[in-house]
């Protein structure tokens, strides 16, 4: 890494690094041409993306699939071979040093344009660096935009780093000229819906276990699958996650290092995409004219990015005691095994181990806590209250363990103007008041479309509420628990603290099997605080904790009401059946028939995100069932489940103990 002087350390937490300060200062053309000698995994030579692909073709479980498959079809061997042979040219990466040099000099002027500075943690590189010589790595970052995975590359270029291959969707691969530069940059393209095809599934999972088991490069992934939209933390996809892990579980290697990666954006290049896409509008296809046509974002700022390398995660410790590799021994290593219940819980643990940890790592800008705080008062507020109010949040995230990029030595106020000065594409203050910025209308707007242009506002400032989320998230759990149960017995609120993360365990994360810790973390903060006292086996608001309690089951409402919204729908629908395409317009025009009335105002329902995570909780506690007819998927409702889930949420009736429950 060339030497640099700037360092900032973050709550005495970690040294962050700006590596563009020493691009503003020398030679980018000097940056991408110099000597590149990364270390290794132990020393394992160089491998042509060719080779691995003839191991892949040739490993014996790929024979054997292509076997089994010629039977099952009737089709010759052969054919299948080639099919494979074409499926894995069309995913396969062809990392070249060149190219990664090309885009090591390209993304130096485009960040330089973009970011005033990109902070990365020096430490978090080292311990990387060590662990790539040790064990295969798997990198795995948070998505919240495009630039996450050219940032990582950009990065690891220039600390000397190994450059992983990466996987990333195949409408990527479809943009001429820049899907053959990201292809021999390293990325390698799944297709989106692959189904029940069964030779695609082999084909993908011998490439990652191969390059896994052979230390062919690190390996990188989003453990959520996609970007998230909303900013908010995605339930984790477990799919790649099992190939990633399946060679330690065959003891084909000793260990893997999972290697959790935050990147925290001061302001997120989609922004205005992101709302549009949750309210309904299709994503722009990708491709090179629209690359081209997206050069205007050159001309904004973005603020600061930050890049945090978390301790590698040893896969061998967290699996002590925890799997029976028996059934691994019992088969030869080469042929396909159906994992175990214990080995599925497993990679399902892992994988929302690794997010949580990447939410532990996030930077919080002053901005996510003023819009957590703007979207409490949508009608606006006066500056000096938003001022007062992010300051007394800036203490409570501070006292919940929240890593922020607070400049020290600089007044609040001054602070404030300039975060509100870097979005004033989500806000502004006129005449001492903040209010949030609404898209001009186009001629004469009806009043459908007045919601839609108010809504695409709250949802862009929520997006920066929901980066900080993850802080108070517990501690809002717990109030609500607090407020809801029917009395202030520690036994009773944790059964309501229960439930409620079951209801949202896809709206955050929870790791499944620490409700209990979760809700002694809970305590715990909001006791350090002052907010609750426990005597006994009564936890209970003290006199100085309402307005805490208050502020913090605000965070939660937008969701509670929402739910309730879909809830009460569905059980208003004369048929009991629907079908995938039919759910979200649905939900969105009853919502906004209640807006318009002035019966409902939590913009959140009119979000798909929410409504799809509001039909997947229903699903997991068995209020819905799903099946497949014709080609399409079909919902089927239990209404009197549903009233039930609704009643409890209300605080109606108590919650019943789920034998299915995660947490």
Known sequence: MENSVQ???????????DILEERRRSSDLSHALRSFNPQPYKGVQPCSSSALNRTVLESQYLRYVIQQLSVESGEPSEVIREEAAGILEEMSQNLQLGFIRFLGFTLSKVFKR??????VNDEGLQRLQQAIQEYPVVLMPNHRSYVDFLVLSYILFTYDISIPVIAAGIPLMGMKLVGEIFRRSGA?????????????????????????????APIEFYVEGLRSRSLKSLTPKLGMMHMVIEPFFKGEVYDISLVPISISYDRVLEESLLAHELLGVPKPKESTMGLLKARKVLNEDYGTMHVCFGDPVSVRELAKGKINHRQYN?????????????????V???????????EENMVLSPWSLMATILMQNLGGMDWDSLAQ????????????????????????????????????SVARCEAGRVLLVEEEPQG????????????????????????????????????????????????????????????FSNEFIFIPGRGGEDFEEACSLLKKYGAVQILDQDVTVTEEGHSTMTFLRAILEPYVEAYQVVFRYLCAESSPVFTEKEFVPAVRSHALKLMLSGALESYDVLSSDTQKNVLTALLRLDAVTKSRRAEQTEFRVNKAAITRIGDTLAGRITPQTASHSRL
Request: charged share 20%; net charge positive; glycine share 4%.
């Open 348 to 358: 399902n643990t892992t994988a929302h181990t690794i997010v949580r940890l990447q």
């Open 7 to 17: 360092f900032m350390e973050l709550n005495g937490w970690e040294h962050f690094r």
């Open 330 to 346: 019992l088969v030869p290593r080469d042929l396909p095994i159906r994992p175990s219940e214990d080995c599925q819980a497993f």
């Open 444 to 503: 004469a707007a009806s009043p459908e479309e007045g919601v839609f242009r108010k809504a695409v506002a709250v949802l862009m400032c929520a997006s920066y509420r929901n980066q900080a989320l993850h802080v108070f998230v517990r501690p809002a759990v717990l109030a609500v628990a607090m407020r809801t149960a029917p009395s202030s017995r520690r036994e009773d609120i944790f059964t309501y603290f229960r439930f409620l993360q079951e209801v």
């Open 114 to 119: 973009l970011f005033r500075r990109i902070h």
């Open 188 to 216: 390698f393209f799944i297709r989106r819906a692959i189904g029940a095809d069964k030779l695609y599934w082999a084909v993908l999972s011998e490439y990652v276990r191969t390059i896994v088991r052979t230390g062919y």
């Open 389 to 424: 109010q992010t300051e007394w949040l800036k203490e409570l995230a501070l006292g919940f363990g929240a890593h922020l990029d607070w400049p020290g030595h600089v007044p609040c106020s001054e602070v404030m103007s300039s975060s509100l000065s870097l979005h004033r």
